[in-house]
Structures are given as C-alpha cells and as structure tokens.
C-alpha cells in the first residue's frame, strides 16, 4: 500500500482547541510546548490536532486571527520537537458529529457550505505551502450515511479550492457512520495523488467504550474483557446497546473465535482492497480505549490492531494524549505507559 512520509505512528491532541472551553487561559495550560517534546521523546512522528471553528472564526464568520496565530505556533512547536501535524477540523459551523454541540444543518445549507469552502481557503492561505510537515482533514466523523451524496460533492469542492492555493498539501477524507472502515468503499476515486482515505476505529464499541456516558444505553457501571468470543459480543452487544443491531452466525467455529488480530484483519480488508486497487494510502485517524477498561485488556486490544496496522502499512494516531476519558499521558497509565507506547 502506498505509505505516507513522515506520519507514521501519532497521538491526537483531543480537547485542546476542540471539544473544549475556548478561553486563553485553557489555550495556555492544557498543552505546552513541553508536551509536544514528550511526544517525540516517545518515539511518535506526528500529531493530530482537531480544530473548531470556533478558533478560527466568530459566530458571524469573521476571522480570528489570533486563532491563526495559534495554530502557526503549534506548528511551530511541532517543527522544533521534530513532529509532523494534522490540522483537523473537528467542528465547523452548522455541522457538528456530536449532537450535543448544537451545530446542524450544514449538509443542506449551501450558505454554511460555503463558509466551510473559505475557511479552509484561509487555512491553505496560511499552512498550505508546508507539505512536508502538514496535512489537511477536512471534517471530523460525518455521521449518518444519508449524507454521502452532499459530502462527496461537498469534499470534493472544497480540495479543488484548497488546490487553487496549495496544490500539493496532502488531503484526508474520511466517510459516513463516523469515519467507519467500512465507509472507505463509497470515498471516491481520489482527485489527486496527494489525497488519503481517513477512518477511525473504536471497535467493538461494546469494549472501547465501556460505561461510557456519552454512548446511548451503556450503563455507567458496565465492564467487559477483551479477549472473549465473537458470540459473547454479538449476544452482549444485543443486549446492552441494541440500536447497534445482532450479529447472527451459522459458522460456528467463526462464533467462537477469541477476539484478537484476526477480527481486525476482517474489518479492515474490504479498506485496505479499496487503498490498494485505488494506490491510496490508508490513515487511521482515531483509536483508543475508555480509560475504565482493565490495563490488561487495553494492551491486548492495542497489540490486536497494532499488529494489522503494520501488517498492511496503515499509519495512524491514537486517541489521545491528555484526558478526553483516553489520555495516554494521564497518571493512570504511568506504571504502564512505556508498554502501551510500544505498542503504538
């Protein structure tokens, strides 16, 4: 599969100028240059950086250009600690992935849309001539696959605008459902050699996210072990999160299979035939564990997915480095965390 330079192995900076308090005084305290620093010394390569509007832009659409400066000294901060980046916009006005933001409308809003198209003209305006070190993602997780149409005529409008101004920055565009692996068959055929097909990868939700309070039916005080049979998480899937359907099987062998590796190499193959038949690098954008699940557990679940990453040259960023209910850098993981970095 065709590799991506410089971006390798990463670690998102969630909750820093996205999903956050946009205030100065969070801007100044939840990351430092000093973080950044820490990151190389693991061994990573680069960073993801999710980014909302709200940064950049007032309310009304007017730009905040100490927003930009913002951004220019992370980047910055980037370069000195020898990392590459990933500007993502997490949110951008009128579409949010998570509803409790209260963005909505964009995908039938042709007044937002355009919005979307000169804010990332602001931004290749301002980072787009450094290909080496940056790449654009366009908008995090699109949710519902009903969208696909309007997003891929709206991602596809707006990399011709960003290629108006910087014609050889590299590109991610991820799909419906989230970003799910299973939505990079519908991306379509790239535009142009400096595109990427994006997904992310939480599964099974059953396990990443346990007790998690944000996910629909989970109860708080839910716990379940990594390594356990493809039935027991069909048949404890249905019952705890049933919106997210039943897995039935008539392979009984294939039913009681340990989760491991191979679940892995199944979700990700229809993915990986897409990026090769197309000659797309494949970018693994966000994966991780709730930091309620069993350490133990959490290592067998990152050495499952590290292993097919390197087996098909899928580059990735993991979720993420302080708090968010998966900081790697928290002190819950510091007996562990060399063994978890490994692993990365």
């Known amino acids: 599969m065709k590799k991506i330079d410089g971006f390798h192995r990463g670690v998102n900076l969630g909750?820093?100028?996205?999903?956050?308090?946009?205030?100065?005084?969070?801007?100044?305290?939840?990351?430092?240059?000093?973080?950044?620093?820490?990151?190389?010394?693991?061994?990573?390569?680069?960073v993801r950086i999710p980014v909302d509007y709200d940064l950049l832009e007032t309310q009304e659409g007017a730009y905040r250009p100490e927003?930009?400066?913002r951004l220019r000294t992370a980047l910055g901060w980037c370069e000195k600690n020898h990392l590459n980046a990933i500007i993502d916009l997490h949110k951008t006005f009128g579409y949010s992935f998570d509803k409790g933001e209260g963005e909505s409308g964009f995908f039938d809003n042709e007044a937002d849309q355009e919005r979307f198209y000169r804010l990332w003209e602001q931004i290749a305006e301002h980072f787009?001539?450094?290909?080496?070190?940056?790449?654009?993602?366009?908008?995090?997780?699109?949710?519902?696959?009903?969208?696909?149409?309007?997003?891929?005529?709206?991602?596809?409008?707006?990399?011709?605008?960003?290629?108006?101004?910087?014609?050889?920055?590299?590109?991610?565009?991820?799909?419906?459902?989230?970003?799910?692996?299973?939505?990079?068959?519908?991306?379509?055929?790239?535009?142009?050699?400096?595109?990427?097909?994006?997904?992310?990868?939480?599964?099974?939700?059953?396990f990443t996210h346990q007790g998690a309070h944000w996910v629909e039916n989970m109860p708080l005080d839910f716990r379940f072990a990594f390594a356990q049979s493809m039935r027991a998480y069909a048949e404890t899937t249905y019952k705890v999160?049933?919106?997210?359907?039943?897995?039935?099987?008539?392979?009984?062998?294939?039913?009681?299979?340990?989760?491991?590796?191979?679940?892995?190499?199944?979700?990700?193959?229809?993915?990986?035939?897409t990026a090769k038949e197309r000659?797309?690098?494949?970018?693994?954008?966000?994966?991780?564990?709730?930091?309620?699940?069993?350490?133990?557990?959490c290592l067998a679940w990152y050495k499952a997915i590290h292993e097919v990453f390197e087996e098909n040259g899928i580059a990735r960023a993991a979720w993420s480095y302080r708090g968010m209910n998966f900081g790697i850098a928290d002190a819950a993981w510091d007996a562990e965390r060399d063994q978890l970095i490994a692993l990365m």
């Open 128 to 206: 787009g001539d450094r290909t080496e070190h940056v790449m654009f993602e366009l908008l995090n997780e699109v949710t519902d696959k009903g969208y696909l149409s309007a997003w891929q005529r709206i991602y596809s409008t707006c990399i011709e605008r960003i290629r108006r101004i910087a014609p050889k920055v590299r590109i991610l565009v991820g799909g419906y459902w989230n970003n799910a692996v299973s939505a990079v068959k519908d991306l379509l055929p790239p535009q142009d050699e400096n595109i990427i097909y994006n997904f992310h990868c939480y599964d099974p939700l059953l």
């Open 67 to 69: 927003g930009f400066e």
């Open 15 to 46: 909750g820093w100028l996205s999903q956050c308090v946009h205030t100065q005084q969070h801007y100044d305290t939840f990351i430092t240059e000093s973080d950044l620093r820490t990151i190389h010394e693991w061994g990573l390569d680069h």
């Open 241 to 273: 999160l049933p919106q997210m359907g039943h897995q039935e099987f008539t392979d009984e062998v294939e039913a009681e299979k340990i989760l491991g590796p191979d679940y892995f190499r199944a979700i990700f193959a229809e993915a990986v035939a």
């Open 279 to 297: 000659n797309v690098p494949l970018y693994c954008g966000e994966y991780g564990v709730i930091d309620l699940a069993e350490h133990a557990d």
